[in-house]
Nanobody
Framework: QVQLVESGGGLVQAGGSLRLSCAVSGTVFGNKAMGWYRQGPGKQRELVAA???????NYANSVKGRFTISRDNAKKTLYLQMNSLKPEDTAVYYCNVRVYGVDFWGQGTQVTVSS
């Protein structure tokens, strides 16, 4: 059973930083497409940053240069370092892993950026 558990969200002032973590269990970790998505108030869920199964990275234009996705294969943990946070980054952030074409999601962690 694949499980994803996020942590690291919180309240931060604009310009601040947070690091999100996603601990993954129940699947082989290193060769999977995985990433971070977010859903802001009244908005659809959107891709923030992701690894392809080949290890390449993709970022939303709105976060390029500010956010960095990384992973520790030994710890089976996915990270999202978020710097220079803006109020528009306020959202629930979700971790995602695709296993044999099936998407698995974490429970989400709230990030709130105050102006």
């Amino acid at each position: 059973q694949v499980q994803l558990v996020e942590s690291g969200g919180g309240l931060v002032q604009a310009g601040g930083s947070l690091r999100l973590s996603c601990a993954v269990s129940g699947t082989v970790f290193g060769n999977k497409a995985m990433g971070w998505y977010r859903q802001g108030p009244g908005k659809q869920r959107e891709l923030v940053a992701a690894f392809t199964s080949g290890g390449n990275t993709n970022y939303a234009n709105s976060v390029k240069g500010r956010f960095t996705i990384s992973r520790d294969n030994a710890k089976k943990t996915l990270y999202l370092q978020m710097n220079s946070l803006k109020p528009e980054d306020t959202a629930v952030y979700y971790c995602n892993v695709r296993v044999y074409g099936v998407d698995f999601w974490g429970q989400g962690t709230q990030v709130t950026v105050s102006s």
